[in-house]
């Protein structure tokens, strides 16, 4: 009886899980992925991805204030657990979008995307002094670092498929940078008080020079229109070469080459994002007054003359089924030295509710993830959300998240 019990427990289990691998959402990582799909004909996908974290505020605050309509932070209750570290702030942010028409062994399609990365390190200086107060008549300096790197792809792309198990994708697009941060960017703070005259005079200042085709007006004013019309006029020129071995459906393993540049884009303006934050106040003993402004703007620099190309990459992964379908993937970017790792953990009940876990390493950022989805062959989306942290036995905190949608439709 036990052995009947244990036999059917296991065929039940058979039926339910299917193989599940990597997707045609994934097409970034690897070209030849966007023929990775259900639908046979034609698929149209888009993917909006977006990953913030913080090193502020713990886990406790943010569960104990999830369901309040007004949230006050207090900066003495979560300063220390800076532990004398900076503030960082950092967002990575990424929408793609897909079309593709298979024709026999010909895939044709077309494709595009968007990204953002900003990243903010604010000294722990200023944090100190805001939670700690200050000496009269000393003055306060400092300065911390700013990153900020967006761009805009488009371009086309087509496959060829032989022997029902090997496939050979590539994209071929224009790119172009919409503002990308100039290596000395950086913002300042300053705060003096006066014993004489009982006076105080504080600001915080951001001056990021930046890189871009657009005008200082023109970034301020964004709209499909110009970001076309840079995209045609002032790119560059790129290709991805990928190949998948197992593609219908279920590719068992694949390597890539990304971001090769055949001609870089051109950068003629350097504009200033600046912003300003004061606080003066004079003979505060009596008055108790002060005085504010602030100010955020860009800020036309000068004509240059400088080339962008986007980094070269290399990409690879492998599947192997236990339970689960385990697919362990690395990316390496020789020029930038940043180097990508993780591991997915993919299965789908009833060839109908796709879910997995992941682990993986991403631009120094551990994310721990979770993804449930629904594919109903005509529509399939899937949800998908991430811890981060630069700690990986610090995932639980609860200060960085990322989330992510999939959706794709056809037949």
């Known amino acids: 009886m036990k052995r009947l019990i244990i036999i059917f427990i ?69 300063y220390g657990g800076l532990e004398g570290e900076d503030l960082k702030l950092y967002t990575v942010d990424n929408a793609n979008v897909y079309g593709l028409i298979n024709l026999w062994n010909l895939g044709l399609g077309v494709y595009s995307n968007v990204d953002l990365e900003l990243k903010l390190d604010i000294p722990n200086s200023l944090l100190k002094l805001l939670t700690e107060g200050n000496e009269i008549g000393q003055t306060y300096t400092d300065s911390g670092e700013v990153v900020l790197d967006s761009t805009i792809e488009a371009g086309a792309y087509g496959s060829f498929s032989w022997k029902d198990e090997n ?62 019309n840079n995209l045609l006029n002032n790119n560059g020129f790129k290709i991805d070469i990928g190949y998948i071995n197992g ?14 540049t055949l001609k870089k884009a051109n950068l003629a303006k350097s504009i200033n994002l600046e912003a300003e934050y004061t606080v003066e106040a004079s003979n505060i003993v009596f008055e108790q007054s002060f005085e ?65 876990f992941s682990l993986e390493r991403y631009s120094d950022l551990w994310k721990a993830g979770f993804s449930l989805g629904l594919n109903a062959y005509l529509v399939e989306t899937r949800f998908n959300i991430s811890l981060t942290n630069y700690e990986l036995s610090n995932i639980f905190d609860l200060k960085g998240i990322s989330a992510k949608i999939n959706l794709a439709v056809g037949f």
Request: hydrophobic content about 40%; overall charge negative.
């Open 247 to 260: 593609y219908d459906e279920n590719p068992k393993w694949g390597i890539a080459v990304n971001n090769i």
């Open 167 to 228: 496939l050979l994708g590539v994209k071929i697009g224009a790119f172009s940078p919409i503002a990308i941060s100039d290596e000395d960017a950086f913002f300042e703070y300053g705060l003096s008080t006066d014993e004489t005259d009982n006076s105080i005079n504080g600001n915080v200042k951001v001056s990021v020079p930046v890189y871009s085709n657009f005008s200082a007006n023109e970034l301020e004013n964004l709209d499909t229109d110009l970001v076309m």
């Open 10 to 78: 296991l065929t039940i289990f058979s039926v339910m899980i299917f193989s599940e691998s990597l997707t045609a959402w994934d097409n970034q990582f690897n070209p030849a992925l966007m023929d990775s799909k259900k639908r046979g004909f034609i698929e149209i996908g888009v993917t909006p991805d977006i990953m913030f974290f913080q090193n502020l505020v713990d886990s406790k605050f943010i569960l104990d204030n999830y369901d309040k309509e007004e949230i006050v932070i207090d900066l003495d209750q979560f």
């Open 292 to 356: 504010t402004s602030e100010n955020f703007e860009f800020v036309d620099n000068a004509s240059v003359n400088k080339e962008y190309s986007m980094p070269l990459g290399i990409s690879g992964f492998y599947k192997f089924t236990y339970i689960f379908d385990w697919i362990p993937f690395v990316e390496w970017y020789p020029i930038t030295s940043e180097f990508n790792f993780g591991i997915n953990a993919k299965s789908n009940i009833f060839n109908i509710i796709p879910y997995s």
